[in-house]
Each structure stands twice: as C-alpha cells, then as structure tokens.
C-alpha cells in the first residue's frame, strides 16, 4: 500500500491515496469531489495447506479509483499508474519492493509471512459500467499469492 501512496506519479495525479493504514488520509470521505482518488481495500482469500508447517492463500486488494471526466483513457491511465507504482522501471527498486512483499512479516517465534513470489498479479481491471456525468468510479483488484510459515 505504501509503494503506491509514496510513488512519485501517483502523489501527482491522486488527490487521495486511501489504503486502511491508520493515516489521516485514509479517513478522507472517497467523494465525486476528492477525485481523482483511490481506496485500496486487502480482504484475505481462502487459505490451503501447502506442507505440514505451511499455508498459501490469496491476498485480495480491491483498488476503487475515482476519476473526473468521461474519457475512459483517463481510467486507464490512473489504473497504468498503479500498474508501475507496483513495477517501478527502475529494476532495484522493482527488486526491493518484491523482496520486500516475500518478508512482510517475521515474528521471534519462527512465524514468517509475506508473498510467495513478490509478484502483484492484476487480476480485475477497474471497469465502471454506469459512469457519472461528471466522473467515473470504477473497482479493479490485485491479488498477491500469500505464504504463512508456523513455527511446529
């Protein structure tokens, strides 16, 4: 969540980056009139044993996006947005951000979670069937595959 609310194109083009972090943005009223904004909202998929001491599951994300106007290319391109504050062109910071998705989480206790791969998977794009006059509001999702290790 903070890749996207701290990379450079999208502190440009969204007014409001909410992503259920516990900052004062994310209590920001997701309006016709904050936009252009996004909300990313994680919901935890299903999980399934993956050894004796392992789960994998699926990490929802699902990405509202507001934008004004009724150019669809203008909801592409916030979407496309995302897209390289995900996979930034610069191939270090593209490797840092998956390592960093592999080791979320590591508790004293030998626990560990994060990403399986690091890899961010696109796998709704935003669509808005019924846009607005004035704006579109539409819901995308990524998905990351999870991996939880228990310590038994």
């Known amino acids: 969540m903070q890749q996207v609310r701290n990379d450079p194109l999208c502190k440009r083009i969204f007014r409001i980056v909410a992503a259920w972090e516990g900052v004062p943005q994310d209590t920001q009223e997701f309006t016709q009139g904050n936009s252009p904004a996004i909300r990313l909202t994680p919901t935890c998929g299903p999980d399934m044993w993956a050894s004796n001491d392992a789960?994998?599951?699926?990490?929802?994300?699902?990405?509202?996006?507001?934008?004004?106007?009724?150019?669809?290319?203008?909801?592409?391109?916030?979407?496309?947005?995302?897209?390289?504050?995900?996979?930034?062109?610069?191939?270090?910071?593209?490797?840092?951000?998956?390592?960093?998705?592999?080791?979320?989480?590591?508790?004293?206790?030998?626990?560990?979670?994060?990403?399986?791969?690091?890899?961010v998977e696109f796998s709704q794009p935003p669509a808005d069937d019924a846009p607005e006059d004035q704006y579109q509001a539409a819901v995308g999702q990524l998905r990351v595959q999870m991996r939880h290790t228990l310590n038994v």
């Not at 592409?76 to 270090?92: C, E, K, V």
Request: aromatic share 12%; glycine share 10%; with cysteine.
């Open 55 to 119: 789960v994998t599951g699926w990490l929802y994300i699902d990405v509202d996006i507001q934008v004004p106007g009724r150019d669809a290319g203008d909801m592409f391109d916030a979407w496309w947005a995302i897209m390289r504050a995900l996979y930034p062109p610069d191939s270090n910071a593209r490797n840092a951000f998956q390592r960093d998705l592999q080791n979320a989480w590591k508790d004293g206790d030998g626990c560990i979670m994060g990403a399986l791969t690091g890899l």
